[in-house]
């Protein structure tokens, strides 16, 4: 029997991009975040090697961007830096994190190694490059006693265009201070170049945002009425036809779209690499979908899906938290191999446990059902994140049961989770497992998906 036990589900597929390290400018409530400007990757033997650097902490830094921290600095690619003002950088999550604690436009010392030498510098911190073919205005929602950011982009000389609405997955990372490559932002740029308005709102705890709980922390519930506020907020700017507004969910966004459907009713839902079943479900056939593809027993995988229903079921169903089960077997040892929980905390997959609780009570047949938009159900060939084109498919069987002729299914060929043309699902894990997404990302974006949709939008007026 292949061990498959410590696999772990991947629930998005774009947790594998390292974000800009970035940290907080002015503004009324809240603060707009800097640009340091790097990449970089934890310091290896071979690193190491290479600049000459045998022993001691740091980051080595793979890129420098335009208009950042670093270059004002004069950082240049092959340099380890090693200290933020009187903090160790021991990796690039702890540089990040030291980070966050600088505003913009104040003036901050770091060190760093280069050709032999320990080097030291002061920089003031530089705000985020503005995109160069739209305008994006920085906006603050009232939510839960604090603000989230929101980001309206513009695209110029279009009076009053139609919006689309993004809403993103699952994962509690800003989705505006991204790579450029990232499909966060070049989904968004993509309705932008087309005429679109595009509004977004971070996640309570993402990004600029500030005072409510963070993500990590809270339920489905709370996330959704995040939603909810981004989309009244939405329905009182100007400058925008608020009466022509599109959802576009990708992933567990595709969740949250018909659920604000049913109660916002927009004029059309776009729902890519989602899925439809109840969740605890999802999570058990996601276990057995992937673990295939790693290589696992169709046999042997179904028998370890019994104990882990049984553990889910506990969870879901009878209100057991993670912390409570660990106590009993056989629980322990699903929630350790398994689930990779160690017996600390309340998160799973990243999230508060009372997340996915509340995300399976909610029944999507129902929401679709209520969903008076047009309908466009999107699946890609080779994602390995939303299991198979069944889900999307019966999306739009439900849609036209109730309204005929409102819905449609889509299937990309050699596409996945994040827009990537990777080929089959094959190949697609062959480039993720010799560490080639975050080079696929950069070079093989499926820009016809957008474009499609794009049409498919324009075509209901």
Known sequence: MKSIRKFTIALI???????????????????????????????????????????????????????????????REGDVIIKVHDSIITSPQILSQIMLTINAGEEFEFSYYRDGNEMFASAVAQTWPEPEDYDNRYLEVPFDGGYLRAVLSLPRDVPNPPVVYFVQGIGCGSIYYLQSFHPYKRIPEQFVQEGYAVFFIEKPGAGDSKGTSACAETGFEY?????????????????????????????????????????????????????????????????????????????????????????????????????????????????????????????????????????????????????????????????????????????????????????????????????????????????RSEGRYAQAMQEMYNEQVIKDVVEWMRSGN
């Not at 975040?33 to 793979?62: C, E, H, I, K, N």
């Open 13 to 75: 597929a774009l947790s594998v991009i390292t974000l800009l390290t970035i940290t907080a400018v002015s503004g009324q409530n809240l603060n707009r975040r800097a640009f340091l400007g790097v990449s970089s990757v934890p310091l290896t033997d071979s690193l190491r090697t290479l600049v000459q650097y045998p022993a001691g902490d740091g980051v080595y830094v793979t890129t420098i961007h335009s208009g950042g921290t670093a270059q004002k600095a004069g950082l």
């Open 223 to 431: 996330e959704l009425k995040a939603f909810e506020e981004g989309y009244r907020f939405l329905k009182t700017l100007e400058g925008i036809n608020t009466d022509e507004v599109n959802i576009f969910g990708h992933s567990f966004g595709g969740i949250h779209g018909p659920i604000l459907a049913e109660q916002f009713q927009p004029k059309a839902v776009i729902a890519y690499g989602t899925g439809l079943r109840a969740w605890m479900d999802y999570l058990i056939e996601l276990r057995r979908y992937q673990g295939v593809w790693l290589g696992g027993d169709y046999a042997d995988i179904n028998e370890l899906l019994h104990g882990l229903r049984q553990t889910y079921y506990q969870l879901f169903y009878n209100n057991k938290s993670p912390q409570e089960l660990f106590e009993e077997e056989p629980y322990r040892t699903v929630l350790q191999e398994q689930l990779g929980y160690q017996g600390e905390g309340e998160l799973l997959y990243g999230r508060h446990y009372t997340f996915h609780v509340e995300a399976n009570r909610r029944n999507l047949d129902l929401h679709w059902k209520n969903t008076h938009s047009r309908v466009l159900a999107i699946y890609a060939e080779a994602d390995i994140e939303a299991l198979y084109p069944y889900d999307h498919e019966r999306i739009a069987e439900l849609v036209n049961h109730y309204r005929p002729g409102t819905a449609e299914f889509w299937l990309y060929p050699e596409t996945d989770h994040a827009l990537i043309k990777v080929g089959s699902l094959l190949d697609g894990w062959k480039i």
